[in-house]
């Protein structure tokens, strides 16, 4: 079952994130700044969101960098069944057009 390629790779999205998928197959090349755009690409997200992603560790969640590749951080944090395990979270990062519009009257 081990693919060499390939890492197992788990999402938990937090609400309102929907993913169609939460498990997946990611080439070990891949770096984590492409997962998180691939990612996107299959969720709809206001334009004022911001995506953050965060790897699970022995120590709770930890932020990563993204330009690390899948296989760095696969050898440092997946857990004892092989599996790397991420939380996804959007963040109002921009502001609202609301609450802009407010400081404009």
Not at 39 to 55: N, P, S
Request: neutral net charge; glycine residues 4%.
């Amino acid at each position: 079952m081990d693919d060499p390629k390939n890492l197992h790779v788990i999402v938990e999205p937090i609400s309102p994130i929907k993913l169609d998928h939460k498990k997946f197959l990611v080439n070990r090349d891949t770096t984590i700044g492409q997962f998180i755009y691939k990612l996107r690409q299959r969720m709809t997200l206001k334009q004022e969101e911001a995506l953050f992603m965060h790897v699970k560790g022995k120590n709770g969640e930890e932020a990563i960098s993204i330009s690390q590749l899948m296989s760095q951080v696969h050898h440092e944090y997946k857990n004892e069944q092989g599996i790397l395990v991420f939380v996804l979270r959007s963040e109002e990062v921009f502001g609202s057009f609301k609450l802009y519009e407010q400081f404009e009257k």
